[in-house]
């Protein structure tokens, strides 16, 4: 089935520094990606949609400036945390879906980050 | 506001036991409602999914009831194993939308041997 690749899985940075997350579609091309939060025991919240060549659309709450989202290509989607600090500590996770059809979204392997 | 509801939060069956998820949602305009299962440190993984079209669907030991009157959708695991210790997620994809999914807030299985 299709694979969605995440990296680094862990991360630990410290405070006032950045982040990037890389999110692969390994076996279809993705001109929408999911960016989507989780804390301990919880669910998973939408942070934001983003779109291949063009700006990522970001929930209510989110701010666009702290979490860079770029998306150059079909197959690779990055968020930055940018100017982190501890409270941004949390699982984060994308996830595409083909754009053939009507199919399920594959999900990455997610990203600890901790930020100390 | 929360779309999609799940309970219970936390559910323990013993080996062999039925596991029963529910969900409900409160919008109509979803057209898809998958089911994942999340181990600790992972991400969720597709259990299976089903279509306001259908009523149940079935994969092996996991089903899908699906009540489209009553906005309501269940998980059933039978002969539950301890491999099934894990936390459900119910969600619904919004129609129209390109792959983005509202979730319910989980429910952690523990399965006793």
């Known amino acids: 089935g299709a694979v969605v690749s995440q990296h680094p899985s862990r991360v630990i940075c410290k405070s006032g520094t950045s982040v990037k997350i890389e999110c692969r579609s390994l076996d279809f091309q993705a001109t929408t990606m999911f960016w989507y939060r989780q804390f301990p025991k919880q669910s998973l919240m939408l942070m934001a949609t983003s779109n291949e060549g063009s700006k990522a659309t970001y929930e209510q709450g989110v701010e666009k400036d702290k979490f860079l989202i770029n998306h150059a290509s079909l197959t690779l989607s990055t968020l930055t945390v940018t100017s982190a600090h501890p409270e941004d500590s949390s699982f984060y996770i994308c996830?595409?879906?083909?754009?053939?059809?009507?199919?399920?979204?594959?999900f990455g392997q997610g990203t600890r980050l901790t930020v100390v | 506001q929360q779309q999609v509801k799940q309970s219970p939060q936390s559910l323990i069956v013993q080996k062999g036991g039925i596991s029963i998820i529910n969900c409900a949602y409160e919008?109509?305009?979803?057209?898809?409602f998958p089911w994942y299962q999340q181990f600790p440190g992972k991400g969720p993984a597709l259990l299976i999914a089903i279509r306001p079209d259908v009523s149940e669907k079935k994969e092996g030991r996991f089903t899908i009831s699906f009540n489209k009157s009553a906005k309501q959708f269940s998980l059933h695991i039978m002969d539950s194993q301890p491999g099934d210790s894990a936390t459900y997620f119910c969600?619904?994809?919004?129609?129209?939308?390109?792959?983005?999914?509202?979730f319910g807030k989980g429910t952690k299985l523990s399965v006793k041997p």
């Open positions: 919008n109509t305009a979803f057209d898809y």
């Open positions: 996830s595409a879906a083909p754009p053939t059809g009507d199919t399920e979204a594959f």
């Open positions: 969600a619904a994809r919004p129609r129209g939308s390109q792959g983005n999914l509202i």
